[in-house]
């Protein structure tokens, strides 16, 4: 498996691997420095911290869908 650092947190990883730092002494500078960017196993969950979803809301064809215009500009999940 190559070697990559992260492009979210920076961490080395290798594979679903991250790397601990035992395992990123064994490893020289040169070749760390010439890892490519990737996303690690955690790369989901820091893009989620990072960009949380916005506000949703109901539209007016969402509303009519569901029969009450009462509805409409309500914040939903």
Do not use: W
Not at 24 to 45: F, H, T, V
Request: hydrophobic letters at 25%.
């Amino acid at each position: 498996m190559k070697l990559e650092r992260c492009g979210f947190c920076g961490q080395y990883f290798k594979g679903d691997h991250l790397l601990t730092i035992k395992e990123l002494k064994k490893i020289s500078q040169k070749e760390l420095d010439k890892a490519p960017a990737g996303y690690c196993p955690n790369a989901q969950g820091e893009y989620e911290e990072q960009n949380p979803e916005p506000q949703r809301y109901v539209t007016r064809d969402m509303a009519i869908d569901a029969e009450d215009p009462s509805l409409e500009g309500q914040p939903y999940p």
